[in-house]
Structures are given as structure tokens and as C-alpha cells.
């Protein structure tokens, strides 16, 4: 009972201890759509990107915002030459705010992905990096790193099960469902944490700002002036 | 006496407890999400479930659901569903898929009308 307090207490004195993200920024310009670019890549694991822009979306979206189709928003961007995320990265603010209209740009990095393993236990590791930039102004509203770390010393079988073909196989696939399952994880951590995470936007049925209809800020603001 | 007291404290802990972890576990989503996450994640991988005939199944399957529980489909739904409907021939549909985006989310009106276009233009 006593330790079951001190776990608590810990996990709220851990959330008060961390110094609190300035998200001044972030309230002034208050975007209502983000288009969430796919990630540069800095691990080994060329399925990363893919599996990573399938779990960022929801956490995005549920904290209140418009979030365009990421399948889609990949493929025009292949059907325009950009293939890769380092030249989808690079387009100009403007060019996107031209095609998309978005009021904000995510740009995630994954800087770690996927499983290492040591005789007979394994550790998965995903750690993604990123920024939020504001299509107008290319001021900066958001940054962020977060870390999720498993590690598993119990893999079926033992010594001897790794040796085996079949099982290699089922330990690759177990790799890459862990790794996903990390980013899922991780995804909502890094968006939806109270204080170092977005805050809430005008989607959100909950949020003070929050509105049955969805208004673009950016056609708002153009109304404004 | 002393036994009311700890009864009293023991149940305040309990109970913000079970509220703190209430918290986390049953929170109300906004949207409606189906298995939207699982078919985006499908659709990179060319193998395995990124045929678009299913998906069109399967995206329709979501927008039922969701309409019949009053829920709003998550953004974005109906433009892949579009997309989809685009590769199976069917731009009549895709056309339709992407105007019902508009309507749910005057943000994506911009990209929307772009896909449109491209759709019309051919």
C-alpha cells in the first residue's frame, strides 16, 4: 500500500519536476490543421517511415486538430518528384501553405528504431525527434524528443529457439510489431503530455476554443485583416 | 474511533487513485477511428493488405459505423477513402468521397479541391 503511494506520488512529482516546454507561441498562433510530413530517417530500418506515419495521426488528431491523410498526403508527394523525406523536408513554407493550406507543419525524425539482441534477451528502442513550424510566420510553435524503451528477457524458446530459422523470423516480426507499438506509445507521450505536449487545439470537443465547426485559422486571420 | 480513520484515509487514497488512473485508461476520443490506422499502415506495404478494393470495403465499413454510433470520422477518412476509390477506376465515387471531406472539414478544402481538379483534369 505504502509503495503503491510513493509510485504515484513519484509519477506527479516527475511531471511537475521537468522544466515546463514555453508553448506561448503555440496559443497565439493556435493552428487548427497540421500536416504531418513523413519522418526523416536516421535508423537502419527502411520500413520506420512507413510504420511510424500509420500511428502518428490519431494522438495528433485527438488532442484537436485537423490532420491531413498521410497515405495520401505521401503519395502526391511522390506523384510531384519528392520522394524522399529529406527533399519533402526542405519544400518551402510557403509551397505548402500554397497546396495544403495548413496552418502548421510537423516534421518528425526518427533518430532510433527497432531491436538488438544479446543471447537471449532483447531491447527495442524508438526515439523520435520533432518540430512544429507555422506556415505563415516559419516561427517555431513546438519542439520535441521522446524515448520508449522495452526490454524483453524472456524470449520463447531460449538459447536454443534462437537458432532456429522459424524462430528468427517470428523474432524480426516481434521486432517490428514491438517497435510500432513504441512509436503508438511514444506518439501519444510526446502529443498529448499535459505540459511538454501540443496544446489542446480547436478540434478538441473538451477545449475552451473547441467548436462544432472547423474553421481553417488561416482563412480567419485572412478575414481579419 | 481509530478504526473509522483509517478506514476514511484508506478509501481517499483508493479513490485518487482510481481517479488518476481513470484518467488515463477510459478517456472519450473525439473521433471515430475504426481500423483507418491499421489500412494507412497497409497501404505502404504493397503485399499485405494495401489492395484498394478491400480497403474501399473496409474504409465504408468505418464511415457506417461511425455514423450509425453519431460519432464524426476521423479527418482525413473520407479523402483516402477517395484515393482508394481513385485506384479502382471509380472517380465518380472518389469525387463524392472527397467532397463529404469538405463538408466534415472546411480546412482540407484547399488540398481537396487540388485532388479534385486532378481528378477532373484527366
Known amino acids: ?48 517511415t512507413q ?59 526518427i533518430e532510433e528504431w527497432g531491436s538488438s539482441y544479446e543471447l537471449v534477451a532483447s531491447t527495442t528502442r524508438v526515439r523520435i525527434s520533432a518540430k512544429l513550424l507555422d506556415t505563415r510566420t516559419g516561427s517555431l510553435l513546438w519542439s520535441g524528443d521522446q524515448v520508449r524503451v522495452k526490454s524483453d528477457s524472456s524470449s520463447e524458446g531460449g538459447l536454443a529457439g534462437m537458432l ?14 514491438q517497435s510500432k507499438e513504441l512509436a503508438r506509445q511514444g506518439s501519444y507521450l510526446m502529443i498529448q503530455h ?20 472547423d474553421v481553417s485559422n488561416t482563412e480567419s486571420r485572412k478575414a481579419a485583416k | 474511533m481509530k478504526i473509522r480513520a483509517i478506514g476514511i484515509k484508506h478509501a481517499s487514497i483508493v479513490l485518487f487513485i482510481g481517479l488518476f488512473f481513470q484518467g488515463c485508461v477510459t478517456k472519450q476520443e473525439n473521433f471515430y477511428w475504426g481500423e483507418y490506422e491499421e489500412l494507412v499502415h497497409g497501404t505502404f506495404k504493397p503485399e499485405d493488405g ?16 461511425a455514423e450509425q454510433s453519431g460519432k464524426k470520422v476521423a479527418p482525413g477518412i473520407h479523402v483516402h477513402l477517395g484515393f482508394m476509390q481513385h485506384l479502382t477506376g471509380d472517380d465518380i465515387a472518389a469525387v463524392r468521397s472527397l467532397e463529404k471531406e469538405k463538408q466534415l472539414y472546411p480546412s482540407s478544402t484547399k488540398f481537396v479541391n487540388r485532388l479534385i481538379a486532378s481528378l477532373k483534369g484527366k
Do not use: W
Open chain 1, 1 to 48: 500500500m505504502r509503495y503503491l503511494i510513493i509510485l504515484t506520488l513519484a509519477q506527479l512529482l516527475n511531471a511537475c519536476v521537468t522544466t515546463p516546454k514555453d508553448r506561448s507561441k503555440f496559443k497565439e498562433m493556435m493552428p487548427t490543421s497540421i500536416l504531418v510530413l513523413p519522418p526523416a530517417n536516421h535508423s537502419p530500418d527502411v520500413s520506420a
Open chain 1, 51 to 109: 510504420t511510424y506515419l500509420s500511428v502518428i495521426s490519431r494522438p495528433m488528431a485527438e488532442q484537436g486538430f485537423y490532420i491531413f491523410p498521410v497515405a495520401v498526403v505521401d503519395s502526391y508527394f511522390k506523384e510531384n518528384g519528392l520522394s524522399t523525406p529529406a527533399e519533402i523536408h526542405n519544400v518551402p513554407l510557403e509551397k505548402l501553405r500554397e497546396v495544403f493550406n495548413a496552418d502548421a507543419v510537423f516534421y518528425p525524425t
Open chain 1, 164 to 177: 532456429i530459422g522459424a524462430a528468427i523470423s517470428q523474432i524480426i516480426n516481434d521486432s517490428t510489431d
Open chain 1, 194 to 213: 499535459s505540459e511538454q505536449g501540443f496544446l489542446k487545439g480547436p478540434l478538441d470537443k473538451k477545449s475552451m476554443s473547441g467548436q462544432k465547426s
Open chain 2, 50 to 65: 494495401s489492395d484498394p478494393q478491400a480497403q474501399v470495403q473496409k474504409l465504408r465499413e468505418v464511415i457506417e459505423t
